[in-house]
């Protein structure tokens, strides 16, 4: 089957590709597939299919992949004109890891953790796609004089190396967050995960930004996407909102307007092209997901209609290089709500 590559930007009809977060989609399952006892994945790409301008999917592996293959979920996805954005490798599935996944002190368990990543290539690989997005949140620490830093950070690297030279037609993406599980984690803010990235020195390596992650880890949105733009490769951003504290899930732009439109100002410089993916969470406040997912879609299009109103306004370019953030703000509150 031949492998189709992720979505990309196109001015048809949004002004992004858009994918998201598939677990939301099981919310309120008794009304919306009554007398059914069990819901798998090919029926939350279903659901999700159904919101207006959502043109891809993201599935987490292992368990998205449980009860189904990746051909089933290739066919699926064909069948409904939605894409593959990618896979996300899930270790919390297997107690296990809560020690560590490719850090853990047990030779064994290591061994587990790579080879289920490996067998996740394969079948990210099968099913069309070249996106693996590695979020490494059980390997940290969380006491003083619980780890040895740097056998914690030789392995991770020795792992990342596998995994990347693996299938070098697959893109390896780092999501980085500060913690949760541990209480901190191995690659917790933009500039770690660059000298991870930069220790791996593999070509199809780089590094997914997800806002709330980055908001908490307490940096700048566009900054960070500015700094893996230069040091490595922006593989995936994952909009989302919150109030800083913990990753919320929130629509994107419903807390920090001006940080994200700073963010999509700054993609479009970089000449950003892939998929912006939802990683929201409508099932933990009762939301529904098809109408939450589709207030997603509507914020970054509108807020690309501000940055529409931005684009060669020569007096922002003045107001930034003589870092003049009142005049900036101005241009700004003009664009969003208009003025004399």
């Known amino acids: 089957m031949p492998q189709a590559k992720r979505p990309r930007v196109t001015a048809e009809k949004t002004r992004f590709a858009y994918a998201t977060r598939l677990n939301g989609f099981k919310a309120d399952a008794a009304r919306v597939w009554p007398g059914r006892n069990r819901i798998t994945s090919l029926d939350l790409?279903?659901?999700?299919?159904?919101?207006?301008?959502?043109?891809?999917?993201?599935?987490?592996?292992?368990?998205?992949?449980?009860?189904?293959?990746?051909?089933?979920?290739?066919?699926k996805l064909d069948s409904l004109g939605i894409s593959l954005n990618?896979?996300?490798?899930?270790?919390?599935?297997?107690?296990?890891?809560?020690?560590?996944?490719?850090t853990n002190p047990d030779?064994?368990?290591?061994?587990?953790?790579?080879?289920?990543?490996?067998?996740?290539?394969?079948?990210?690989?099968?099913?069309?796609?070249?996106l693996m997005t590695l979020w490494l949140g059980q390997d940290g620490f969380d006491y003083s004089?619980?780890?040895?830093?740097?056998?914690?950070?030789?392995?991770?690297?020795?792992?990342?190396?596998?995994?990347?030279?693996?299938?070098?037609?697959?893109?390896?993406?780092?999501?980085?967050?500060?913690?949760?599980?541990?209480?901190?984690?191995?690659?917790?803010?933009?500039?770690?995960?660059?000298?991870?990235?930069?220790?791996?020195?593999?070509?199809n390596m780089g590094v997914t930004l997800d806002f709330a992650h980055v908001l908490y880890a307490d940096e700048m949105p566009a900054y960070a996407a500015s700094l893996i733009h230069r040091r490595s490769r922006l593989l995936g951003v994952h909009l989302n909102d919150g109030y800083a504290k913990r990753d919320d899930g929130l629509v994107a732009g419903s807390v920090h307007v001006i940080q994200t439109l700073e963010l999509l100002h700054t993609l479009e410089k970089l000449g950003y092209r892939n998929a912006i993916y939802f990683d929201t969470f409508p099932d933990?406040?009762?939301?529904?997901?098809?109408?939450?997912?589709?207030?997603?879609?509507?914020?970054?299009?509108?807020?690309?209609?501000?940055?529409?109103?931005?684009?060669?306004?020569?007096?922002?370019?003045?107001?930034?290089?003589?870092?003049?953030?009142?005049?900036?703000?101005?241009?700004?509150?003009?664009?969003?709500?208009?003025?004399?």
């Open 145 to 203: 004089f619980q780890a040895d830093y740097l056998r914690l950070w030789d392995e991770t690297a020795e792992a990342l190396t596998v995994i990347a030279a693996h299938n070098p037609a697959i893109d390896i993406s780092i999501e980085y967050k500060p913690n949760e599980p541990r209480a901190f984690s191995l690659l917790p803010d933009v500039a770690t995960t660059l000298l991870m990235v930069s220790d791996v020195n593999a070509k």
């Open 86 to 102: 990618g896979f996300a490798m899930r270790y919390y599935s297997d107690p296990g890891f809560k020690k560590g996944a490719l």
């Open 284 to 340: 933990a406040v009762g939301l529904d997901p098809v109408a939450e997912c589709a207030a997603n879609i509507s914020a970054v299009e509108g807020m690309c209609r501000v940055l529409d109103r931005l684009r060669g306004n020569q007096a922002l370019d003045v107001a930034i290089a003589a870092q003049d953030a009142v005049a900036s703000q101005r241009i700004l509150q003009n664009a969003l709500y208009g003025g004399a």
């Open 45 to 75: 790409i279903e659901r999700a299919a159904t919101v207006p301008g959502l043109s891809a999917v993201d599935f987490n592996f292992p368990d998205h992949l449980e009860g189904t293959t990746a051909k089933d979920i290739r066919a």
């Open 107 to 130: 030779k064994a368990i290591r061994a587990k953790a790579l080879d289920l990543t490996l067998r996740g290539i394969d079948a990210l690989a099968e099913a069309g796609g070249d």
